[in-house]
Each structure stands twice: as C-alpha cells, then as structure tokens.
C-alpha cells in the first residue's frame, strides 16, 4: 500500500519535470560580464537549450563580489526557471565572513559541478626562486620584504597565499587588486613577488616565458603540467585548493527537473570534446551527482573556514 502512495506522490513531480521547460530559463551570473564563470554558463546554457528546445538566458547580476546575484537565485520562485552559475566566493567564502542573505547549503538546490580549476604559483621572471622549496629559502632571506598579490580580499588567491605563508612559515604582505587581470599584470612587471592565481588565467603566461610557475595547487598534478609539482609534494603536507563555478537552483526546485539538469550536464561536461577544452584551459573534469555537489560543497566551506580563522581574515 505504501508503494502505491509514494507512486501517487511522485507521478506529479515527474509529469512537471518532463513538460519542463515550457519558456525560456534565467541562468543568472552574479559577476560582471567577460569572467571564467560566465563562459561556462554561456557553454552550459548553450547546451540545455540545444537539449531543452527553450532559450536559457544568461544574465549578469553581480554585485557584492557575487553575493547579490546568489542572493536574488536563493529568493527567485522554485519553479525551475531561475538558475544560477556562481562560484566559490560566494557560495564556500564570503558567507563566512559578511552577512549573507542565504545559506549556501540549505537556500540551494546543487544542480552541476562541471570542473574545478586549480592556482598556480607565479613568480616573476626576474625573480631567483624557480621552485616552491626555493621560493621559501628566498623568502627566508628577506623577511619582512616580501608581497604577494592576490586578485582580491577573501578571494581563492587570497586565502591560498594566506595557507601556504602559514604552512611555510613564510612573512608576506598582502596587495589585493580587483580581478585576476590587474594582478597578472603586475606580477608580470615584478611589483609582485608571488601571485596565486588560476591556471586558466596565469598558465599562458608561464607557457609564454612572462611568468615562472613553481607549483600547482590540487593534490595531483594536472595533465597540462605533468612536469609542475603540487604544493604538498614541495613540502606544504595536505596542502590543497581550487576554484569552481557551479550550477545551482532555489531550494524547492523539483528533484526531477534537477536530476534532469545533472544528468544532461554531465553528459555534456564529460563529453570528450568538453573534457579536452576544459582541460586545455587549465581545468578538471569532475563527474558529480547533485548530492555530492553538496558535499564537496560542504568540505570547502570546511576548509576555507579554518583559514579564514587561524589568519583573522576580514573581507574588506
């Protein structure tokens, strides 16, 4: 009898997510236009629509370093027509350190994690170091003397200098910029002595001689940079980190219209011609259901909080 009950039940859901969608979909972006996690979205996005025969519609809402375009997605009705691609900022950072309108895990429905990008440690050029090990040597001789960029307060960059000058025991001062380009740029003219950075934005500029990097931030070395070291292989035990941007809907959504979106975007991410792209940009395929998008949700929110306390960071 109980069978038949929960049948009833969700013959409904699954009638809606299969007349879904029935006019076009919102994928709110909350960062300005011309960012990595807009190009995935329009990718994704391209994607549903070619699957979905409805137009998803990507939309710049950003403000609030990505907080405000996450907020209005936690608040829009869940009815499967407001999406939103954000990212680790917004979802694993800032709502530790600023008050946020939502919660990152129980305002959302977890919908895709196509691939996660790690940093990268650059130098400049005319700096001495060329491995992570010398750089900390280098570092060593200089206290005091030492600055690292990063591409914004309470950023990835930010917090994955902050880690390894704490697992090294290395003094730095921070100069923070607004977004990845301003500081590439300077780092590349030697007004910074290190930068972390994603491998998207700084590795064409090692490969082009205008940086050195000296190491790779995940556990494993990525397929790009077979010959780049891990942090944690140079001495930084347990050392990891990474940047993401992530397909959410409002808590609420269907299961069925959600699982429909996984699936699809998996299919997608992990489709040989995607994965090589993805890889090609610095990136890494990951293959996850929405349920353990929440988890591996809730291990960075883990993570960069016990950062965000042993250094007393404060976003700005």
């Known amino acids: 009898m109980l069978r ?8 409904p859901g699954i009638a809606l997510a299969q007349a879904w969608p029935e006019r076009p979909v919102r994928v709110i972006v909350p960062f300005p236009p011309g960012g990595a996690t807009e190009a995935v979205a329009r990718l994704v996005a391209q994607h549903y629509q070619e699957v979905f025969g409805q137009p998803f519609v990507v939309e710049s809402r950003s403000g609030a370093s990505g907080m405000l375009g996450t907020e209005m997605t936690a608040r829009a009705a869940p009815d499967g027509y407001t999406l939103a691609m954000t990212a680790s900022g917004p979802l694993s950072i800032l709502p530790q350190m600023l008050q946020a309108g939502y919660d990152p895990i129980r305002s959302f429905e977890h919908v895709l994690l196509p691939s996660v990008t790690p940093l990268m440690m650059v130098v400049p050029t005319n700096r001495p170091p060329n491995t992570m090990q ?3 040597a280098w570092a060593g001789t200089r206290r005091g003397q030492i600055n690292y960029c990063s591409i914004g307060v309470a950023s990835p960059s930010h917090l994955s200098a902050e880690m390894f000058a704490r697992a090294m025991n290395v003094e730095m001062t921070h100069i923070p910029h607004r977004g990845s380009g301003p500081a590439v740029v300077d780092t590349i003219a030697g007004h910074c002595d290190v930068l972390f950075d994603s491998s998207s934005s700084s590795g064409p500029h090692a490969r082009g001689g205008r940086l050195k990097a000296l190491a790779i931030t995940t556990r494993e070395r990525h397929p790009s940079w077979p010959d780049l070291p891990t942090m944690a292989e140079q001495g930084a035990v347990g050392y990891a980190s990474q940047t993401w941007s ?17 699936i699809e975007g998996r299919r997608f991410a992990t489709s040989a011609r995607e994965r090589e792209r993805i890889v090609a940009q610095g990136g890494v395929v990951v293959d996850l259901t929405p349920q353990q998008f929440r988890d591996f949700l ?15 960071i404060r976003a700005e």
């Open 4 to 11: 038949f009950v929960l049948a009833a039940l969700l013959i």
């Open 246 to 262: 992530g397909l959410v809907a409002p808590a609420g959504t269907s299961p069925a219209i959600v699982q429909r979106l996984n």
């Open 298 to 312: 809730q291990t960075e929110i883990a993570a960069w909080g016990q950062v965000i306390r042993a250094g007393n």
């Open 134 to 136: 010398e750089f900390v």
